[in-house]
């Protein structure tokens, strides 16, 4: 009786605090999306027993430890957890995985892959195979020497219909707060149409806002949903023992005159440099669902 007495409380305890639990599930599935299966699981992502090999290179970014990337190992693909984590992985090569000498076209996406091309690690190797919620990549600009943001997954995000910008956002604002860029900053965050329901893409469609990758061959539709952070101020210390000796005053008067004999180049006479023009970043890396 005692027994049973306190297996009733002990459940009676353990309900009271589902409708905590569900406000705090509720509000992760509002904030990053429904948790979701995979679409799918490449062949060579599972060992032999069927198990979903994590990526070696895994880090679940929190406040308390946060990621760390390197440009070295771009891209990186990013995935929220069922808690609402932000797990982060870079595309390495598999160790089960094959490399296409010769190239190989990809039904899936109709397109024609490099010779060279390898299988890597994908989303799923970020989570061992379980649901997760939106998720997408982390690319890096070097022309703007920054980390993109996009949505583009094709097993969390492309085949689900509840994969909105606002989530996208969130999830950027997330990772901008527990991910450390390194040596980069953060650049603009792109929710690209193509991995969106088609009822949010056919609404995008009419944006004012819309672009592409390339608007000649309106390859891929786009919104810049969130702009680029200002980059992180940089502080350069020179070491006392590094810094050049001053040179003695009778050097210095020579340089001068030397400066002052030397007849100025009229061509280059109040000619500044012409800045370069700023590439765009792009808004995803390749067509790869991964």
Same mark, same amino acid.
């Given at each position: 009786?005692?027994?049973?007495?306190?297996?009733?409380?002990?459940?009676?305890? !353990?309900?009271?605090?589902? +409708?905590?639990?569900?406000?705090?599930?509720? @509000?992760? /599935?509002?904030?990053?999306?429904?948790?979701?299966?995979?679409?799918?699981?490449?062949? =060579?992502?599972?060992?032999?027993?069927?198990?979903?090999?994590?990526?070696?290179?895994?880090?679940?970014?929190? @406040?308390?430890?946060?990621?760390?990337?390197?440009?070295?190992?771009?891209? =990186?693909?990013?995935?929220?957890?069922? *808690?609402?984590?932000? !797990?982060?992985?870079?595309?390495?090569?598999?160790?089960?995985?094959?490399?296409?000498?010769?190239?190989?076209?990809?039904?899936?996406?109709?397109?024609?892959?490099?010779?060279?091309?390898?299988?890597?690690?994908?989303?799923?190797?970020?989570? &061992? &195979?379980?649901?997760?919620?939106?998720?997408?990549?982390?690319?890096?600009?070097?022309?703007?020497?920054?980390?993109?943001?996009?949505?583009?997954?094709?097993?969390?995000?492309?085949?689900?219909?509840?994969?909105?910008?606002?989530?996208?956002?969130?999830?950027?604002?997330?990772?901008?707060?527990?991910?450390?860029?390194?040596?980069?900053?953060?650049?603009?965050?792109?929710?690209?149409?193509?991995?969106?329901?088609?009822?949010?893409? *056919? *609404?995008?469609?009419?944006?004012?806002?819309?672009?592409?990758? /390339?608007?000649?061959?309106?390859?891929?539709?786009?919104?810049?949903?969130?702009?680029?952070?200002?980059?992180?101020?940089?502080?350069? @210390?020179?070491?006392?023992?590094?810094?050049?000796?001053?040179?003695?005053?009778?050097?210095?008067? @020579?340089?001068?005159?030397?400066?002052? /004999?030397?007849?100025? /180049?009229?061509?280059?006479?109040?000619?500044?440099?012409?800045?370069?023009?700023?590439?765009? +970043?792009?808004?995803?890396?390749?067509?790869?669902?991964?």
């Amino acid at each position: 009786m005692r027994y049973l007495s306190r297996t009733i409380l002990g459940g009676l305890l !353990a309900w009271s605090a589902l +409708p905590s639990f569900a406000q705090d599930a509720a @509000k992760l /599935d509002e904030l990053y999306g429904l948790q979701s299966q995979p679409a799918y699981i490449k062949h =060579y992502e599972a060992d032999k027993t069927g198990k979903v090999i994590l990526n070696p290179y895994l880090q679940v970014a929190t @406040k308390e430890f946060p990621a760390l990337l390197d440009v070295k190992m771009a891209p =990186y693909n990013w995935v929220i957890d069922a *808690e609402g984590r932000v !797990a982060i992985i870079p595309e390495a090569a598999h160790p089960l995985g094959r490399t296409y000498e010769k190239g190989f076209f990809r039904p899936e996406d109709k397109s024609d892959r490099k010779p060279g091309t390898r299988e890597n690690f994908g989303h799923v190797s970020a989570l &061992g &195979g379980a649901p997760g919620r939106i998720s997408g990549e982390i690319l890096y600009d070097k022309s703007s020497n920054a980390w993109t943001v996009n949505n583009k997954s094709g097993r969390y995000t492309k085949h689900n219909t509840d994969r909105t910008p606002e989530q996208l956002v969130n999830s950027a604002n997330l990772i901008r707060e527990v991910v450390e860029p390194g040596t980069a900053s953060w650049g603009p965050v792109f929710f690209l149409l193509e991995y969106a329901h088609e009822d949010i893409r *056919e *609404e995008l469609m009419k944006s004012p806002k819309l672009a592409y990758d /390339d608007a000649k061959k309106k390859s891929r539709p786009h919104i810049i949903v969130m702009p680029a952070a200002p980059p992180a101020p940089k502080v350069e @210390k020179i070491a006392e023992a590094e810094k050049p000796a001053a040179p003695a005053k009778a050097e210095v008067a @020579k340089t001068e005159v030397v400066k002052a /004999d030397t007849p100025a /180049d009229p061509s280059k006479s109040d000619q500044a440099p012409k800045p370069k023009k700023a590439k765009k +970043p792009k808004a995803a890396n390749n067509d790869d669902p991964s």
